[in-house]
């Protein structure tokens, strides 16, 4: 009887412990759809070129996402390219939304469309075109690996105009990426890209990118090395003031390569 007193004991805990542990797991919150991001980095870098003359860069944003798989979001940081050419326009907004989801095992899409919007610009060089620019954008990914198109479907592409002063619609970003885990919070990243300056080849290079992550518990650094094959010497594309420039005057005392390869740093804290 004993014997039979123990084992019906024995079942009857059994039984209230995984009913208790559903319960905990029922009560559990659901993740947040709506995130934060904020970071610092030794150099903000946009497909391969500096956008502020290799100095450190605050960044941040916030995303939100449907049930659907839907997002919305907005994303800052600090930058110079712009108000190094007029003297106004030290941040960029952008502006995002789309859907993402999956279609197989292990395979993943998103589209969207993205608004790079610089507040305050005034115009984006000497002859005036305005660096505010919207692309449409796709990409796949299988498991660590994807593939993403942009497209710009702005006027201009961040200011540059055509060999013939007519618009840059239509420039385009080719992209691969990798990000693959290590285990114990450490992960390895790469990067290839093209970018296509509509009518306009002299703004047009290929960049890339390979780096390790770290998750240190309060974020993940990144330490990266980027380069490209962007011309930015005395007269090209790639070679921009570093402040105080007057239209007109023809000095290029203080123009520097911004497509030059670097190692950069970077924190980063999702909440």
């Known amino acids: 009887m004993m014997k039979q007193t123990l084992i019906a004991s024995a079942v009857a805990s059994a039984f209230l412990f995984s009913s208790a542990t559903v319960l905990a797991e029922d009560a559990a919150p659901a993740p947040s759809p709506l995130t934060f991001n904020v970071g610092v980095v030794s150099d903000y870098l946009f497909r391969g070129i500096s956008q502020t003359h290799g100095d450190p860069a605050l960044q941040g944003g916030a995303d939100y996402t449907f049930a659907n798989g839907a997002y919305v979001g907005t994303w800052l940081s600090t930058i110079s390219w712009v108000s190094d050419y007029t003297n106004d326009g030290d941040i960029e907004v952008d502006l995002y939304g789309g859907y993402r989801g999956s279609f197989a095992p292990d395979w ?149 390569d911004v497509s030059k390869g670097k190692a950069v740093l970077t924190f980063l804290k999702t909440f």
């Open 108 to 256: 993943s899409y998103d589209v969207g469309l993205i608004g790079y919007l610089y507040p305050s610009h005034g115009a984006a060089n000497a002859f005036g075109a305005s660096p505010n620019t919207t692309e449409v954008y796709g990409s796949v990914g299988y498991k660590w690996l994807s593939v993403k198109y942009s497209r710009a479907i702005s006027s201009h592409f961040v200011g540059w105009y055509s060999s013939t002063g007519g618009d840059t619609k239509g420039s385009d970003y080719l992209e691969a990426n990798a990000t693959y885990d290590l285990g114990n919070g450490w992960g390895l990243i790469g990067h290839m890209g093209h970018q296509k300056v509509e009518d306009f080849d002299p703004a047009s290079y290929s960049d890339y990118k390979i780096g390790v992550t770290k998750d240190v518990g309060f974020g993940i650094v990144t330490l990266a090395y980027s380069d490209t094959n962007a011309k930015g010497q005395t007269g090209q594309a790639y070679n921009w003031p570093s402040g105080n420039f007057v239209a007109g005057v023809g000095s290029t005392s203080d123009f520097t």
